[in-house]
């Protein structure tokens, strides 16, 4: 009798945890729908290929809430064998987060060399009409930035020679025609004069830190549900309790 207080207690902490873990799921799978609808445009310029991250978010936020349901059954029904198997599964999304943290904080500045060199290949192949040129488009009208480095980068480009600079790089689009953009000397003065590479590096370099932090915050939580479940499991088999 001494135990079912113990027990109880635990049940309740682990249902609450489960419950945040199925959360935590719902969430990642939200934004991964949400990434592939509104962030295809931006990752294609960022990638070197077509990128599957909101497919891993989305398969990843599926099975965390399977599990989380699954952990809520198990906490209720008081078995040790789904108790351990839950708890086993929360050690292997413990890892998945933990290197996907170190290897984004690791290799940030591969990450940054790879959108230095495909938004470059981008701007050099602009012709304002396939899915990668409206994705630059877009990028430099939302974050308000021109070329690369500044303006000068699209003075290589393959559209500058007829067309001059793009319109999602005008400062003032009712104030920046087609003949202005095309001016040598007028066109420095109509457009954004910071670069998006800067822009986004810059974004980088500040929030890494803070991404990084809360991704190993959360890897590091699944042990709280991994200690829950063991202690669980293991009271319960040595008292030989059952919950029906």
């Not at 890892?95 to 591969?110: D, T």
Request: hydrophobic residues 45%; charged residues 10%; neutral net charge.
């Amino acid at each position: 009798m001494e135990t079912k207080p113990v027990i109880t207690c635990l049940k309740t902490l682990l249902i609450v945890y489960s419950f945040v873990f199925w959360i935590t799921g719902a969430i990642l799978l939200a934004v991964g729908v949400w990434g592939k609808l509104m962030l295809g445009p931006y990752i294609s310029v960022i990638a070197d290929n077509s990128t599957n991250a909101p497919f891993v978010l989305i398969s990843t936020g599926t099975v965390i809430i399977v599990f989380g349901l699954f952990g809520c059954f198990a906490t209720c029904r008081g078995s040790p064998w789904m108790l351990k198997l839950y708890a086993m599964f929360l050690s292997l999304v413990f890892l998945a987060e933990l290197v996907a943290g170190i290897s984004g904080f690791v290799f940030r500045h591969e990450i940054k060399g790879t959108f230095l060199r495909t938004y470059t290949d981008a701007v050099l192949n602009y012709n304002a009409q396939d899915e990668t040129s409206l994705a630059v488009d877009m990028m430099q009208h939302n974050l308000q930035c021109c070329g690369v480095y500044n303006y000068t980068s699209w003075l290589a480009s393959v559209y500058y020679p007829s067309n001059g600079l793009p319109s999602s790089c005008c400062s003032n689009a009712s104030d920046c025609s087609p003949q202005d953009r095309r001016n040598a000397t007028v066109a420095p003065t109509k457009v954004y004069q910071k670069g998006c590479y800067e822009l986004v590096t810059s974004f980088l370099e500040t929030n890494m830190a803070i991404i990084a932090g809360v991704t190993f915050g959360i890897a590091f939580s699944q042990l709280i549900g991994m200690l829950l479940a063991c202690c669980l499991s293991r009271i319960i088999t040595a008292n030989q309790y059952e919950m029906v």
